[in-house]
């Protein structure tokens, strides 16, 4: 029997983000929109995207090998791997299973768990499953893997702009240099039809986009809420945002994070006290009488709270925004390239015994709101200089990326699209664009059965 685990968390983390992307200023003028629609008002700049040489079998294969390689991890020291995806390309047969060719291959097989899927969501139920067994009297002593990825992708028109693809592999341990608070997990779950895939045989969702913004906000007024009473409960001086080094987000695109925080804000707002709310919010007791159901899309709160907010979202949360901005929607690893971003925005110095909160969404729908710590031990050689150090390698790779003209992107877009489900099938996406050590599909044979290979 393993002892009882202390002070759980990320040991290690890899990110992986495709080679090609669009230019968010080229697809504006492709589309023709008006200048600014995506790179102002959804605040993106880049959309990462994924031929048909990679599928979300690939993708998974792709970081998880990275995270296995750069940390020299034995295959034996893993006990359990929990995967988080929406992006289903076999109905029977998990993600998981696929990356089990890599344990396989050194004898590696008595390992737990499985994938978890709702939405963008279900990365964080992966992770949670990890540390609920490290804390729990079923853990045996090894570590867990945490691999979340989708390949986000929608059809011609407005929605098109907030997709983008990835994945991110974490090494999930006790005596962890990111540290996760126990007890204070604050969820909000109920039944949506906000963003929904219910054709298999197309990859695009469909989506009401003013639901989708109203169960998203609506779910983080209930979680924070929820998240502070809880917080409250531990320590009663816990004073909301003003509490917290930072607040991430699950990002669909990056202008909803900025109004998420404006958001959080005008809750902390509604909750304090009339002697409170006239020496932190000056000049706001127009909205004392303002109830949170009926202000999704009420302009001047908006506008007030975001221009309240603005130099706290500078400091708390634009950090944590490179990646999406980059990239674009990972959906299940989201939130998780937050992370990546915001720990590589500050010197190791300025990261010690950081405090955050972390906000996962998934439409449908399913969310958490959970907070971490990163630890004081910033010594040479320690866990957390390792791991930011090897964050940092991994992100310097967005500069070394390949820009596609918005007509190439739409083209291999419509290739996906044509081609899905086909089998046989030969990809025709090309090989010489992928980053080293990109894994990618080589064929579909009669039987549906998929064969990889990975890029030397």
Known sequence: ???????????????????????????????????????????QSKMGFCSDREDINSVCLTALHRLIERNNINLHDIGRLEVGTETIIDKSKSVKTFLMTLF??????????????????GGTAALFNAINWVESSSWDGRKAIVVAGDIGLYGKG???????????AMLIGPDAPLIFDCGVRASYMTHAYDFYKPDLACEFPYVDGKLTITCYLNALDNCYNLFCKKMRNVDSNF??????DGMLFHTPYCKLVQ???????????????PNDRKQQFPGLSQFDNYKREETYFDRDVEKAFMTYSQSLFEEKTKPSLHIARNVGNMYTPSLYGGLVSYLISKSPDQLIGKNFALFSYGSGLASTMFSMKICKNMSAGSKLERLIKSLNNTVSMLDERQCVQATVFTDLMDV?????????YEPSGSIDVLFPGTYYLVRIDEQRRRRYERKL
């Open 239 to 244: 004073k909301g945002l003003l509490s917290l």
């Open 259 to 273: 109004k998420s925080l404006a958001r959080v804000c005008f809750n902390d707002f509604l909750n304090a006290s």
């Open 104 to 121: 396989a291959k050194e004898g590696a097989t008595d390992v737990e768990g499985i994938d978890s899927t709702n939405a963008c969501y």
């Open 1 to 43: 029997m393993a002892q009882k685990a202390e002070n759980v968390g990320i040991l290690a983390m890899e990110l992986y983000f495709p080679s090609q992307y669009v230019d968010q200023v080229d697809l504006e003028k492709f589309d023709e929109v008006g200048t600014g629609k995506y790179t102002i008002g959804l605040g």
């Open 416 to 424: 996906r699209a044509k081609n899905y489900q086909t089998a046989p």
């Open 158 to 168: 407005p929605a098109r702009p907030t997709g983008g693809a990835g994945a991110v």
